[in-house]
């Protein structure tokens, strides 16, 4: 089994800066990827922004409301993958989740059903 856990999520302002980390724990997978998606009341889930990992290198893409304003990149440890938001606006408030998956080196999943294991999600609430 694989646990993921999110935190630094909380409440900001409007242009103000925040790093989301995701720790994963239990099951390994040498290839995998690791997504950060987020979910508004009222919408569906909503991919932001993901890393493709091997056990040499790794690759970030990223879903159209993440680009130029958020970078997914590794964290201080082998099973910390962080989501670094700049810019912050009102339509980012939301709840973000972690996912990941095992992948074959090329695939790049996106859709919320391709991860199957998630975290509980952290509440990042950004005001005008």
């Known amino acids: 089994q694989v646990q993921l856990v999110e935190s630094g999520g909380g409440l900001v302002q409007a242009g103000d800066s925040l790093r989301l980390s995701c720790t994963t724990s239990?099951?390994?997978?040498?290839?995998?990827?690791v997504a950060w998606f987020r979910q508004a009341p009222g919408k569906e889930r909503e991919f932001v922004a993901a890393?493709?990992?091997?056990?040499?290198?790794?690759?970030?893409y990223y879903g159209e409301s993440a680009k130029g304003r958020f970078t997914v990149s590794r964290g201080n440890t082998k099973t910390t993958i962080d989501l670094e938001m700049n810019n912050l606006k009102p339509e980012d408030t939301a709840v973000y989740y972690c996912?990941?998956?095992?992948?074959?080196?090329?695939?790049?999943?996106?859709?919320?059903?391709?991860?199957?294991?998630w975290g509980q999600g952290t509440q990042v609430t950004v005001s005008s």
């Open positions: 890393r493709s990992e091997n056990p040499l290198s790794g690759t970030a």
């Open positions: 239990g099951r390994t997978f040498s290839i995998f990827a």
């Open positions: 996912a990941t998956s095992p992948v074959t080196w090329g695939q790049r999943p996106v859709l919320a059903n391709e991860f199957p294991y």
